[in-house]
């Protein structure tokens, strides 16, 4: 029997001690430290494990690598990933539970072993021959392993979505050990693991989920990436803080972290890279939830323009900058007297206190009275816009509703409010120019044309 000892783990950030503390002395959590058991044999292996990586190389002698990367079978999706999949990589797919992530991935599975199924297919010898050796090169087999669902559910779930290739398997399991054994036998071009909140790892006897294990399982999977050149996609739930759950420590052991948004109730999901070792981050990819799994949407701007009624009081089109890429949507605004006690301002799809400072600012600049008014602002289609370029789209829509006069047509709009009303520039307008001019807006309320909110006003409603 190995001999066993204890050690005490914060939760929120991994600081370990020999004895409990009801204050984290590293990142100031109370109540944080969890009792966890860690046999002496298996702290042992893991030092050892780490001296045998430590390989003293000169960085000029180390060779470059050629490696493909392999697409997803999703556009959209190699996008957020700087290109394709790396092989070797580890890549953390976080989000809201429900949102997609089991989907997406069992997608792309699906996609990605069924490459090789279609090579197959080649009939002659000397393509037979060629698809061989490209084989080879690059092997499609996939296993997703599930730590959530039961091989059944996952089959309906596949049946749903497309027709199932044969290099595709499944393995229910909670076990990282053991997921490292099936993998070793298999040798797959890709590992998911869904999630990384179900694994446990037999060096620890803590819970699934908890920090240890998390910790534990990442850095498996990553040794096992690294080792053997299959790229492994985790899934990650994210808290009701909006944290990925477990822990700081699993974002800094992965090589990228993708973040899969969207409201519920709209289809829309957005795919973003929060950090990403092999591209840029900030990248994002547009999906549609439908009945049968994940669509990608590649002309975002379209789509989240397709449902907007023209000359219609407090809707404005907005260009802003998901990403790397530009995506028009449309600001809307409701505006309707207040019938009771205080107005009520609500905002969904964009930031709040920037848009009640957007208020104040036309209140006072633009000569209107909010004081009786409720006032709602939306972003259609679900999508979400943080950057302070949807402030002019904003004000805009709120004039329009108040006033109950439609912004002119053709025209779109992007630019930052600041508190005394002037216009300030916003990065990235010529991009910003060209996808609206793309689909159609030729006229542009923006910084450089206006200096102040007066004068973008009276150009956009009023048209002088
Ligand atoms: P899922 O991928 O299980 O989410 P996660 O893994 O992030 O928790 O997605 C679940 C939701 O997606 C569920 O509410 C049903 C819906 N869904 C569809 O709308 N269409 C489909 O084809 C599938 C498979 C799921
Ligand atoms: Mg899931």
Not at 67 to 86: A, H, N, P
Not at 313 to 320: D, L, P, R
Not at 407 to 414: A, H, M, Q
Request: charged fraction near 25%.
């Amino acid at each position: 029997m190995p001999k066993i000892h204890s050690e005490y783990v914060c939760q929120q950030c991994g600081y370990k001690s020999s004895s409990y503390l009801g204050k984290c002395p590293e990142c100031g959590s109370w109540n944080s430290l969890v009792e966890t058991e860690v046999s002496a044999e298996s702290e042992r292996q893991r030092i050892s494990g780490i001296q045998i990586e430590g390989n003293l190389v000169k960085l000029s002698e180390v060779k470059k690598e050629h490696s493909l990367r392999m697409s997803t079978g999703f556009s959209e999706f190699d996008r957020v990933l700087g290109g394709g999949i790396v092989p070797g990589s580890l890549v953390l797919i976080s989000g809201d539970p429900g949102i997609g992530k089991s989907t997406l991935l069992l997608q792309s599975a699906m996609r990605i072993a069924d490459k090789s199924t279609d090579h197959s297919l080649q009939t002659t010898a000397k393509k037979k021959k060629a698809v061989d050796s490209r084989q080879k090169a690059v092997d499609n087999s996939v296993l997703y392993v599930t730590g959530e669902e039961s091989a059944q559910q996952v089959k309906i779930r596949a049946d749903r979505v497309g027709k199932i290739p044969p290099n595709l398997y499944i393995l229910p399991q909670t076990e990282t050990e053991a997921i490292v054994s099936a993998c070793e036998k298999l040798s797959p071009a890709i590992l998911i693991v869904d999630s990384i909140q179900t694994l446990t790892s037999e060096k620890l006897t803590g819970s699934a989920g908890s920090i240890g294990q998390i910790r534990e399982s990442a850095q498996v999977l990553q040794r096992l990436a690294k080792g053997t050149r299959t790229s492994v996609f985790v899934v990650g739930h994210v808290t009701k803080e909006g944290n990925i759950a477990g822990p700081k420590v699993l974002e800094h052991i992965v090589d990228a972290v993708l973040n899969l948004e969207g409201d519920e109730a709209y289809g829309f999901r957005i795919l973003r890279s929060v950090k990403n070792r092999f591209g840029s981050t900030f990248e994002v990819g547009v999906f549609e939830m439908a009945d049968s799994g994940m669509i990608e949407i590649t002309n975002p701007s379209q789509v989240f323009l397709s449902q907007r009624i023209e000359k219609r009081a407090g809707s404005v089109v907005c260009a802003s900058i998901a990403g790397g890429r530009p995506i028009l949507s449309e600001v809307q605004a409701l505006a309707t007297s207040t019938i009771f006690g205080v107005p009520a301002r609500r905002v969904t799809g964009l930031d709040f206190s920037r848009m009640q400072i957007v208020i104040a600012a036309l209140a006072k600049n633009a000569g209107l009275s909010f004081a009786n008014l409720d006032i709602y602002l939306n972003v259609a289609g679900g999508l979400r816009i943080t950057e302070p370029a949807a402030d002019l789209a904003a004000a805009l829509a709120v004039v329009s509703a108040v006033l109950d006069k439609p912004v002119r047509e053709g025209i779109c709009v992007f630019g930052e409010v600041g508190l005394l009303g002037e216009l300030r520039t916003v990065a990235a307008s010529k991009a910003r120019e060209k996808e609206a001019k793309r689909l159609g807006f030729n006229d542009f309320v923006t910084p450089e044309r206006f200096k102040t909110l007066e004068a973008a006003i009276s150009y956009a409603i009023h048209g002088d």
